[in-house]
């Protein structure tokens, strides 16, 4: 069980973004994806997720093996966190949501409509919801966003129980988690991208 | 030496260059010779008297009409399989020009309708088809303007354009079940006995092969209009990555 | 399948869903019928089959804009598209629960305006045979309409630009089957085809729909 990606190249809007981008991630392993604004780590994660179709190279071991959260959780406003963690564990084939609840601190919000939590609340559930898929490889894009100190903890905790249970994760984030983690440091990558050939313009010119 | 290679847009625009000189001449001549020998050379007809003549606008406008949409669903075919750029651009550069087509049939129709049938407009199956036509033609559009990165644009217009072929179908064939019409029956067949006479039907040929030229020369300059603006973008992008 | 299913449905239920809406504008719409023909109840009965029908196809219309809009703009439809359910199952699914919500109430609610409208009274059968039979249809070629459009901004007035010429083969053989119907004609022929629209969208369209959904999440 492993993530393996070679010589990946990534597009956004016809436009080469990144290059060369190779890694292998095995069981119990995570990797920290940093880079500056507009460096193309979301659409490496979504390419990662099978989102969108890389421009070349190859990933191998993604197939429906990938859990991802972007930027938007997924979350109805008018369903209750329990109902939305349901739902998602059911499109999965599975049941049982207490583990993800009590990884962050969600029993005492579960009955809550999603609309009436907190940004901070409500990114918890959104990401209470990558537990209860069951997948081994979580894709994170900017997990922390409106998390307190105390819920990044939480979140870091659960990242880790996740390793620990031979999972893997890959997270685009800013912030250090304390986590044993590898860092992937994509801007010169970016500077390859811009010799790159195959951008869907490219043929015009 | 295979065709595919004119799906690069560079090459297009050179083949394109010297053929184009060539189609707009053909369409003057033919459009010209035609329309010339329909007005003036042919008798009047026995029952509909010099009306009968707009016919030699009216039948090729609606037979590009109708054959530019089949030219958009083949490049949109070409497009979502071989992801040829030109392609796609032929095919949005076809749908004002297949718009325009049929506006200018459903206009002469309705000039010859005036005094034929007595009224501007009627609810006849073909009439009807062709304004359920304009309907498509004009959601096309609106769907390649609306859509701001050009390759999906390209995607969800050929979409469109695929499921929008079988259901103008099944309206061609709604509309005859739904009203039997007035208009006459086809003016060309391959039916030798259904044809339109001899007199009327050589320069009525000549006709459409000149619109159909016209087409393509419309077309060619409008797809390489297409091209231009795509590789403007281009540059575009490059300029910014290298600041 | 059925948890989305479920979930979609209760959505609508919920206040602020939506439910309802469509069946509200399709009584007001034919309530207003009268004020704008006249009240002569010939009148009425012979164009009653039509407007119900242009009525219901209105209403349906009315609410696509929320088929998917919502579930794109939170992310789901991301979601959705790395889930072990196929895209296209999530969209027929998704359009199940659009007839669900819409297209059964409409049909339900069809023979109760149809006798503010004097509809004939061998026409109410009918009536509501050619809606069960068409509505799906509708819900269907909309789920398409919604899932081409559902990137753009804006994209709720294009939507009906496109969807309405996509509706015209299913409101033809659908009002025609309810006039014959309501005015005693042999109505199998256009039942028949409607019913061929219905299979036909319900089968194929859920692909063109997948297609074009990861076409504009891409």
Redo the contacts between chains.
Sequence with gaps: MALSLSDLAVARGGVPVLSGVSFTLDAGQALVIRGPNGSGKTTLLRTIAGLQPALSGSIEGADDTVAYAGHADGLKAMLSVAENLTFWAAVYGRRNIDAALAAYALAPLKDRLTGTLSAGQKRRAGLARLMVTGRPIWVLDEPTVSLDTHAVGLFADAVRAHLRAGGMALLATHIDLGLDADVLDVTPLLAQANTLHGASDEAFL | MSLWEYANPVKFLALSARVQPFAWAAAAIGIFVGLAWGFFATPDDFRQGSTVKIIYIHVPAAWIAINAWIMMLVASLVWLVRRHHVSALAAKAAAPVGLVMTVIGLLTGAIWGQPMWGTWWAWDPRLTSFLILFLFYLGYIALWEAVEDPDTAADLTSVLCLVGSVFALLSRYAVLFWSQGLHQGASLSLDKEENISNVFWLPLVVSIGGFTLLFLALVLYRTGTEIALRRTRALGVRLDRHT | M???L??DL??AF????GFGLGLAFFLILVVLVPFSIGPQSALLASIAPGILWLGALLACLLSLDRLLALDF????L????????PLEAALAVKGLAHWITTGLPLVLAAPVLGVLLNLPAQGFGWLVVSLVLGTPALSMIGT?GAA??V??KR?GL?MS??V???Y??TL??GA?AARRGAVGMAVE??LL?LAG?SLGAIAL?PF?AA??LR????
């Design positions: 059925i948890a989305l479920v979930r209760r959505l919920r206040a602020g869903g703009e939170d992310g789901t991301d979601v959705l598209a790395t889930a072990p359910l398409f081409l459009t990137g753009i994209g294009l630009l496109l309405l010429p996509l015209v083969p033809i053989f025609e022929t256009p085809l629209i369209l063109a297609a074009a076409m504009t999440i891409r």
